[in-house]
């Protein structure tokens, strides 16, 4: 990936992830909900306990995005306050990650990342 298209990818991120904060705004949550909240999609790393393969598989759900918009919508739907922060938290967490680089993973390891490999972005 060139240079000019890893920010591009990354201002892309930075516009979903204050995408997810005006969303947020318009839920009936104190603000310290949402920085509270915001790590808490990463509890599925958890899965990596378990082998790689499931916790690659349980990491990816709860970082796709798909997942997180279905989730809001289906909040809003039935109006389960809720299920639509869960869907706000999980689709601004993806956002953020990816700002920093940090993607789906690949069960060949947890550092290797449909967007880089982390571990190589660690050593510069």
């Given at each position: 990936?060139?240079?000019?298209?890893?920010?591009?990818?990354?201002?892309?991120?930075?516009?979903?992830?204050f995408?997810?904060?005006?969303?947020?705004?318009?839920?009936?949550?104190?603000?310290?909900?949402?920085?509270?909240?915001?790590?808490?999609?990463?509890?599925?790393?958890?899965?990596?306990?378990?082998?790689?393969?499931?916790?690659?598989?349980?990491?990816?759900?709860?970082?796709?995005?798909?997942?997180?918009?279905?989730?809001?919508?289906?909040?809003?739907?039935?109006?389960?306050?809720v299920?639509?922060?869960?869907?706000v938290?999980?689709?601004?967490?993806?956002a953020?990650?990816?700002?920093?680089?940090?993607?789906?993973?690949?069960?060949?390891?947890?550092?290797?990342?449909?967007?880089?490999?982390?571990?190589t972005?660690?050593?510069?």
């Open positions: 990936m060139t240079k000019a298209m890893g920010t591009l990818l990354k201002l892309e991120e930075v516009g979903m992830f995408l997810s904060i005006i969303l947020f705004n318009q839920l009936d949550y104190t603000w310290w909900i949402f920085p509270a909240c915001l790590l808490l999609p990463d509890i599925s790393m958890i899965g990596y306990l378990m082998n790689p393969r499931t916790g690659t598989w349980i990491y990816n759900f709860f970082h796709h995005k798909l997942v997180a918009i279905i989730t809001f919508f289906i909040g809003l739907w039935l109006n389960e306050p299920v639509t922060l869960a869907g938290i999980l689709f601004g967490h993806s953020m990650d990816r700002m920093f680089g940090i993607g789906l993973k690949y069960k060949e390891s947890f550092t290797h990342t449909h967007l880089s490999r982390i571990d972005k660690l050593q510069h």
